[in-house]
């Protein structure tokens, strides 16, 4: 497998494919990169740093005398040295590809952080393999899916005319896939920074929520058993470590568990899996307002002109039902005379009785207070109307929103996962032209331009009463400022903030939990949320989505059964392996007894770790 980058994202995918999912790889970084520390991951931690600074030092000591296989040019075979190779190239040309070893390679991932650069080597890659699959990441949603079909439809007609066959494209694998790192991460970024909201996994109809929840005390067997989640509704998918300790210190979380611990440790703090809903006909608990661009009606105008308006009204319908009892014509008439009186266009009351008298008087009185609150309600309507382009101030009595540091890639993602919640946000941005300001202004989110780490900016963004603080943008030392200022404002409020190295992230939330002992800190990198969803692609597997349990991170995946020998003929509960994977829901069936035979043609949802979801391979 070849992977082709220019940041963390490139390093990390190299690292999950060769240590958790043993395949052999060829990085392709920039020359400036060749220094840079790659992450790594799972057990395989130290082995892998090791080997891969060795690959990297090699490359650098031979830079002109080595190929992209490893081994000097020309070598026999192009065999490389224990599975690895490392290829510097500043730009990614046919050539380039070609040293790689796209011709017979199985996948080929493109995570440059350029959409045009991935663009232009997904072309050039699909004419010199048509079978090869490809992974790109694009930030562009519409022009992906574009993307996906051109390069699918180029695999068909090319697969189709070297067999020669009467219907392009038969039998082949290929396959073109468009993520995004910013769209992987925010579910679980939004998830972490607001509490209550589940993490969500969506297929088709099925939808799941991930929640975390301590376990009872008594735990019947069938709640918490390999068929739980569709029966009962739940299923514990792991046991958290004790305390809850996200940097991984002391006891490690258990992904996966089976029945026995799950019994064994009632009490303990879960990770519990929710069926939310099934199918197109029922309705999500989670809230689902849809957000458009229209201005609702009642944001034209204040609170307390509303209440003043509707205060005249009153005063018009009480004035009106006084002079239909004094006088006792009929109703709709007592209406008409005292809008008459109201707008002073009726004669005046000289013969009339005193009660009547009274009551034009009154309705005089009323119609001088109408005109006001009409000019009022003409100058605030029209001053909306002039400001509905340009960005809301936060209101000065906002309460518990979350304030969003940062609009770039992965703070529009974020904003827009929150919003979809109805979760209040206030967003600080200190690029007048960032991306995400045109968001912020469709959705009508209260933003504040500043720096962050500037006095005042914080509390502009009324961050003593928010419930929680995200800090995301693209300089971990900005977000740390942030965070650290922050807390000095309110000891107790929950951050999460996102830490390009995992390594520092590591040691931040170390740090802040020690000094703050009771408020929650998260600390999240997004290239570690993001790499599995990439690699799981390149696999030829649809992960749907993924679930940080503390620093290790669940997979959840669409399988079919076809194919599989842990999964095709078994039941739900005899496919279930602990520690490894979970069938969770059948696709096309409300319900999944734990006694259901898999057969071939089903489409399973299964919860699984890393390498649970590479032995499924």
Excluded at 179 to 205: I, N, Y
Excluded at 235 to 258: F, I, K, N, V, Y
């Amino acid at each position: 497998m070849v992977v082709c980058g220019d940041d963390g994202l490139a390093h990390r995918l190299a690292a999950e494919l060769r240590g958790v999912y043993g395949e052999q790889v060829t990085l392709v970084v920039p020359p400036n990169e060749r220094t840079a520390r790659p992450p790594v991951v799972g057990r395989a931690r130290a082995a892998s740093a090791a080997l891969f600074d060795r690959v990297v030092s090699a490359a650098v000591g031979s830079v002109g005398r080595t190929g992209a296989n490893g081994q000097p040019p020309g070598t026999p075979g192009g065999q490389r040295l224990d599975g690895e190779g490392v290829l510097e190239a500043v730009e990614v040309t046919e050539a380039v590809l070609a040293e790689a070893g796209v011709a017979r390679a199985a996948a080929l991932a493109l995570v440059y952080d350029d959409d045009e650069t991935n663009i232009r080597a997904a072309l050039t890659a699909r004419r010199l393999n048509p079978r090869l699959r490809l992974v790109l990441r694009l930030y562009n949603r519409r022009l992906g899916q574009h993307i996906e079909e051109l390069l699918d439809q180029a695999a068909a007609l090319a697969a189709g005319d070297d067999e020669g066959g009467d219907v392009p494209g038969a039998g082949i694998e290929a396959s073109t896939t468009v993520l995004s790192d910013a769209d992987t991460a925010a579910p679980a970024l939004a998830a972490t920074a607001v509490a209550g909201t589940g993490r969500v996994v969506q297929a088709e109809g099925l939808l799941l929520r991930a929640v975390e929840r301590p376990l009872p005390r008594a735990t019947p067997e069938a709640d918490t058993g390999p068929g739980a989640g569709a029966g009962a509704g739940l299923c514990t998918l792991a046991l958290l470590s004790g305390g809850g300790d996200p940097d991984g210190l002391g006891e490690q979380p258990r992904l996966l568990p089976d029945d026995e611990e799950v019994r064994q440790a009632a009490g303990r703090q879960a990770v519990v899996l929710e069926h939310v809903s099934s199918g197109t006909g029922t309705e999500s608990t989670a809230p689902t307002r849809r957000l458009t661009g229209v201005m609702p009606l009642a944001s034209l105008f204040s609170r307390r002109l509303r209440w003043s308006l509707a205060g005249l009204v009153g005063c018009v319908v009480g004035l009106a039902v006084a002079l239909w009892l004094v006088t006792g014509i009929h109703p709709l008439r007592a209406f008409y005379i005292t809008l008459l009186d109201l707008f002073a266009i009726d004669d005046p009351a000289l013969k009339e009785p005193l009660g009547r008298q009274l009551l034009q008087l009154l309705s005089a009185l009323v119609g001088l207070l109408l005109l006001p609150i009409l000019l009022a309600a003409a100058l605030e309507a029209l001053g909306t109307f002039r400001t509905a382009s340009a960005l809301r101030r936060p209101p000065r009595g906002i309460n518990g929103h979350v304030v969003l540091l940062g609009l770039g890639k992965i703070g529009t993602r974020v904003l827009t996962r929150l919003r979809e919640l109805n979760i209040p946000v206030v967003c600080v941005e200190s690029d007048p032209e960032a991306r995400g300001l045109a968001t912020a202004r469709r959705l009508r989110v209260p933003v504040v331009l500043g720096d962050v780490t500037q006095e005042g900016v914080l509390e502009a963004a009324q961050i003593h009463r928010a419930q929680a603080l995200l800090s995301v943008t693209s300089s971990d030392t900005t977000n740390l400022e942030a965070v650290l200022y922050a807390r000095t404002v309110r000891p107790d409020l929950r951050v999460v903030l996102r830490l390009y190295d995992d390594d520092f992230a590591t040691a931040v939330y170390r740090t802040l939990r020690t000094a703050y002992p009771h408020a929650l800190t998260r600390s999240r990198s997004v290239t570690h949320l993001a790499a599995p969803a990439f690699a799981g692609a390149m696999l030829g597997r649809q992960v749907l989505g993924a679930v940080a349990v503390e620093r290790r991170v669940l997979l959840f995946a669409a399988v079919d059964v076809d194919g599989h020998p842990q999964l095709e003929g078994r039941t739900v509960r005899d496919a279930f392996r602990a520690g490894s994977w979970r069938v969770l829901a059948l696709l096309g069936r409300t319900d999944t007894a734990s006694d259901h035979v898999l057969e071939k043609g089903d489409r399973v949802v299964v919860a699984a770790t890393r390498r649970g979801l590479a032995e499924l391979r």
